[in-house]
Structures are given as structure tokens and as C-alpha cells.
């Protein structure tokens, strides 16, 4: 026993002697090391269409063929029709775009003018549907969304600023001085997208998502960036408008817009329960959820230009919804003009107008924005 005791006193007078030459300054803490943190991803700069597809949440880029483009079966076409459509696909190209947003797939159309790329930019048209026709977000009559299957749409915007770029003589739409690039929005669920249509929630992020990435687009005039919507797309982008802090969009044209989702939902007897599935019941139920998506609530949180084009006997969204929400653009000081069309022109009936109307709105529109 006593061969131990050796060793452990000096063990334990080695110790006193250790702690005796210690600093009197407090021991600090081991450092800790931080958490890892995802840095913010750069911003994707797009020299080329191809580059969207570098995006995050972008899924693919596609061009779309001939076969695609066609609205019949190209049997049903003569060699000079389609001759005609190639040469329009060739001149302005249609890409298929299908990103995630909200664990949604969503799908867009771009279409480019001619001669259109970083050297040369475009200006840029976004185009939100309504709700109703082959192209539909959401379809009352049939409760069903439709395929994203025709992009055709997509190329009358570009083909109707470029031919009255070379047939205008008198100048009269002098302030479209370039043909316009399109970008066609659909939202989730329409197919094969996936997803539920909210009708102005959550879907409205369908949208949102290209605002923080088209200032980045080298190939669009960044100065000449303008939204439209017929209907329930006037109403969707009224919504998008409310989410552009950036003010990436220079103006808007709205056709026929629902401004008042309360008064719409009184007023359209055959849309109740479409409406109540979308929105999540009545507006005695969810009232702040219509409030929410009613743009005569939030008109001065809308800061671009506006023309607002209404007809006096619309049959799907009555007159005085465009009316109210002129008073509330007057209210909050917003620049912005009432273009009232007498009638029962409503664009579910018999289109938005003819090129040439259309061509006239978007002018005005140019002037407003200055």
C-alpha cells in the first residue's frame, strides 16, 4: 500500500503547483463556431432565352416546334398556310418555360421580335389570361383548367407592334418605337401544371416570381416594361402590381377588370360556388380574403400608370366595379385613365377590341407613363 502514496502525492502537489501559476484572468469559452448559412445566390444575368434555365426554380427552357405551334393538325393546312405560320414561328420564336413556385409547377410562354438580343433590347410585354377560353387559369363553365397548348397568343403581341412599326406613315402611335417581346403568364393548375388556383391568393407568387429576375434579362429594355390582363387577369395583375416594390413594371392596361371581388361575387350568381371553392367560402365567411384580392382596397399601394378600359353594359363584370376603382386611383393621386367603351363590348363576348384599339391603348399608355 505505502508504494502508492509515492506517486500520488506528488501527483497531487503537481497539481496545486499547475493551478498556482495559472492567470487570475477568467477562463474564457471554448470559440464557437457559427452556424453554417446559406449565402444569398447571385442573381442569374440572362445574355441569351437560353440562360433563364440557370434560374433557381426555372425546371426548363423549351422552343417550341412548328407541330406545337399549329392550332389545327397540319393536315388541315396548305402548303402556303404553312409556309406563313413557319415563317411567323421563325420571326418570332415562342419558348415554353416551366419553373416551381410554392412547390407548384407553373408554366409561361416568351416570345422574341425579331432581331432581339443583348445588343438590341425589346420591350416587354406580360400578359395575364383571364378565366375562361382554351387557354384558361380556370374555366367556369367547364370547373376545369385547361392545357397551356396553344402558344399562338403568345406571338400577337410581338407580330402586332412590329407591323405598325413599318405601316404607320402618319405617326399617330409615335411612342411605340419598338416591337414588343411577350411574356405569357399562366397560374398553377392549369395543365399540366399542378397546384390549386386560389383566384388571387397564394397563385399570385406564380407571377411575383419574375420580378426579381427580369432586371436581369439583358435581351429586355429594362425602361419599357408594361403588364396587361383582361378580366380576371386585370384583376391578377392589379395583384402583382401591389407585390412590384421595385417598380420593374413601368404601366399596365386593364380590360374589363374585376376590382371588387365582394361586389362580384353578388352581382354573378352562376360564379358563387366557384368562388367559394377558391377562395374558401363566402365573403360573410373570409371577408378579409375578398378584401384582400379587391383592388379598390389596396389602390394606393399601386404606383404605374394605368388605363383602365371598360364597357358600360359588360355582362360579366358590371361598369361601376372600374368606376369605383378609378375613385380610389383619384383618391390616393395615382396617375391613371377611364377608357369607357359603350355597350355590351365585354371582352368574354367578343375579344379586348380589334389590333388597331389595342395598338391606340397601349400608345396612351406610353404617353401616360412618360
Known amino acids: 500500500m505505502k508504494r502508492y502514496l509515492l506517486p500520488l502525492l506528488i501527483a497531487f502537489l503537481t497539481a496545486i503547483l499547475l493551478c498556482g501559476c495559472t492567470s487570475d484572468e477568467p477562463i474564457q469559452p471554448e470559440e464557437q463556431v457559427p452556424e453554417t448559412i446559406e449565402e444569398a445566390k ?24 412548328l407541330e406545337e405551334y399549329l392550332t389545327k393538325p397540319m393536315s388541315e393546312y396548305t402548303p402556303d398556310q404553312l409556309v406563313y405560320q413557319e415563317n411567323t414561328l421563325a420571326q418570332f420564336p415562342v419558348y415554353r418555360i416551366e419553373y416551381t413556385v410554392d412547390d407548384c409547377i407553373v408554366y409561361a410562354h ?3 421580335p425579331p432581331y432581339c438580343n443583348a445588343q438590341n433590347p425589346a420591350p416587354l410585354l406580360i400578359n395575364l389570361h383571364p378565366g375562361y377560353g382554351y387557354k384558361s387559369i380556370w374555366n367556369p363553365v367547364g370547373d376545369a383548367v385547361n392545357e397551356v397548348s396553344h402558344p399562338t397568343t403568345a406571338t400577337v403581341w410581338s407580330k402586332l407592334t412590329s407591323e405598325i412599326l413599318y405601316s404607320d406613315p402618319n405617326g399617330e402611335y409615335s411612342n411605340i418605337t419598338e416591337s414588343y417581346a411577350a411574356l405569357e403568364c399562366y397560374l398553377r393548375e392549369t395543365s399540366p401544371g399542378t397546384g390549386f388556383d386560389e383566384f388571387g391568393g397564394e397563385d399570385v407568387n406564380d407571377v411575383v416570381f419574375w420580378l426579381d429576375k427580369i432586371p436581369y434579362f439583358e435581351f429586355i429594355d429594362q425602361e419599357n416594361i408594361i403588364m396587361m390582363g383582361e378580366s380576371r387577369g386585370a384583376m391578377q395583375t392589379a395583384l402583382v402590381l401591389r407585390e412590384d416594390k421595385d417598380n420593374v413594371i ?45 383592388a379598390v382596397n389596396f389602390a394606393n399601394e399601386i404606383n404605374p400608370p394605368l388605363i383602365l378600359v371598360h364597357s358600360t353594359e359588360d355582362a360579366k363584370v358590371p361598369y361601376t366595379q372600374a368606376e369605383a376603382f378609378a375613385a380610389k386611383l383619384t383618391e390616393a393621386g395615382k396617375t391613371f385613365e377611364l377608357v369607357t367603351r359603350s355597350g355590351e363590348k365585354d371582352a368574354n363576348k367578343n375579344g379586348i377590341f380589334s389590333a388597331l384599339e389595342f395598338l391606340g391603348m397601349l400608345n396612351k399608355l406610353l404617353e401616360l407613363c412618360g
Open 42 to 65: 447571385e442573381p442569374v444575368t440572362c445574355t441569351t432565352v437560353e440562360d433563364i434555365a440557370k434560374i433557381d426554380g426555372v425546371l426548363s427552357v423549351e422552343k417550341i416546334e
Open 250 to 294: 413601368g404601366g399596365a392596361l386593364l380590360f374589363s377588370g374585376a376590382y371588387d371581388i365582394p361586389d362580384l361575387y353578388n352581382s354573378r350568381e352562376d360564379m358563387r360556388d366557384e368562388l367559394e371553392k377558391r377562395i374558401g367560402g363566402t365573403p360573410a365567411d373570409c371577408p378579409e380574403e375578398y378584401a384582400n384580392r379587391s
Open 110 to 112: 416568351l416570345t422574341l
